[in-house]
């Protein structure tokens, strides 16, 4: 099955696939968007999980204003936490705006061919393009340490894999992580009624703290300028101008990415995480083997105490590691031709890889542009960037092709 070829194929439906078609569509080029708005927030989050960003910061790229999370939800305050139903509708709606027509289902390969590309789906449609976006957030990066890996799955997952909490209702489970995921997939288990039990390499855990929407001036001087990512002046630059990370040092670029907001969990999220929860702090994952019907992980402290917990079931909440390798979705060919350090692409100042016209959105543009791009806030750096060099790169004498509808009228906006 073949169909027409479009101007670029945008593989995921997530912030940032979401937000690069809306930039492209507002150009008049054909785009398709392969993936169902929202589907990893929808089904790889438990229900009752809020959203650690702010509302200012919890947006995706729009090519024109009224389209921000607080235009769309006004009620919504700063230091109001925003649950994850309403944020996963606001996606929706957003594509359904920005993105109309976007194709649900599932990219099996991407090779070579074509004005550039073959793009296939899993139903057997196959689609020429010249450019392909791959914004497959998160999800294929689901990270489980090495010391706990391999085991089966019905012992050890990985946080995202749980969209219904309610199967470990009664038993005892191990939440491997100190960060806000960890704490808030501990809490819910408490609320449902299973037993978890927090295992964390930190000293101890740590909580934002409550944000001050009026700060004084003095406080402002000594706290810096609010942005995206927190509170700071170097916090404001990595989050803003993303596009100076690039100039930085290797080196110092992942080290931005690996501690600028380190583990915490949110300040409304403390008083929930009380005695339900038990919480072992300082502890490094030795090895697990199964022990009758659950398993037994082993771990020491700092001071080489080894200890031995047994449980019925060990999630991860151990966070997303960049891995080119993962995304099977390219072809093996295409892999291997894509210039990558430490797991992750090198990409230019547009997002475009080693192989002109594949470019690289979301986490797996981290190593490149820094931690802002772990983060829906990026999303609008990102469309802007690859959307610009995309036209800028489109032939000459060229009109690109034109999905009806693909710039929202203002009646649209008002929906």
């Not at 009620?75 to 649950?83: L, N």
């Not at 978890?196 to 001050?212: C, E, G, Y």
Request: proline share 9%; hydrophobic share 40%; charged share 20%.
């Amino acid at each position: 099955m073949s169909d027409s070829a479009s101007d670029v194929v945008i593989v995921g439906a997530g912030p940032y696939g979401l937000s690069t078609a809306a930039h492209l569509q507002n150009i008049g080029l054909d785009v398709r968007v392969i993936g169902t708005p929202m589907q990893f927030w929808d089904v790889g989050m438990p229900p009752g999980m809020y959203l650690k960003s702010e509302p200012f910061a919890s947006s995706l790229g729009a090519p024109q204003p009224g389209m921000a999370f607080t235009d769309r939800n006004p009620e919504w305050r700063f230091g109001q936490p925003i649950p994850l139903e309403t944020f996963v509708a606001y996606g929706r709606w957003f594509a359904s705006v920005c993105a109309p027509g976007t194709t649900p289902g599932e990219v099996v390969n991407v090779e070579r061919g074509g004005p550039g590309y073959v793009v296939s789906l899993a139903d057997g449609e196959e689609i020429p393009t010249r450019t392909v976006v791959v914004a497959v957030g998160v999800g294929p990066f689901a990270h489980i340490p090495e010391e706990i890996s391999g085991m089966p799955s019905w012992l050890v997952s990985h946080a995202s894999d749980h969209n219904d909490l309610g199967l470990f209702r009664g038993k005892e489970v191990a939440v491997v992580g100190s960060g806000q995921s960890a704490l808030e997939t501990a809490v819910l288990l408490a609320d449902i009624g299973a037993r978890p039990h927090v295992l964390a390499r930190r000293v101890r855990l740590d909580w934002n703290p409550r944000p001050n929407e009026h700060r004084s001036l003095p406080e402002k001087l000594r706290g810096g300028p609010r942005s995206g990512l927190g509170s700071g002046y170097r916090t404001w630059l990595w989050a803003e101008r993303p596009g100076l990370v690039r100039h930085l040092p290797e080196s110092t670029r992942q080290r931005l990415v690996r501690e600028t907001l380190p583990p915490a969990g949110a300040w409304w999220l403390r008083d929930r995480c009380d005695e339900r929860v038990r919480v072992t702090t300082g502890v490094h994952l030795q090895k697990c083997i199964e022990a009758g019907d659950g398993i037994a992980v082993s771990t020491t402290d700092r001071h080489g105490r080894r200890d031995v917990v047994e449980v019925e079931h060990v999630i991860c909440a151990t966070g997303y590691v960049p891995d080119l390798a993962r995304l099977t979705m390219l072809s093996p060919d295409l892999r291997a031709r894509v210039t990558a350090r430490l797991g992750s692409p090198v990409l230019s100042r547009d997002f475009e890889s080693s192989m002109p016209g594949l470019y690289f959105a979301g986490l797996a543009a981290a190593a490149t542009f820094g931690p802002v791009m772990r983060f829906v806030h990026g999303s609008g750096f990102a469309g802007r960037r690859i959307s610009g060099h995309i036209v800028r790169t489109t032939p000459r004498g060229r009109t690109p092709l034109r999905r009806p509808g693909a710039v929202p009228g203002p009646d649209a906006l008002r929906t």
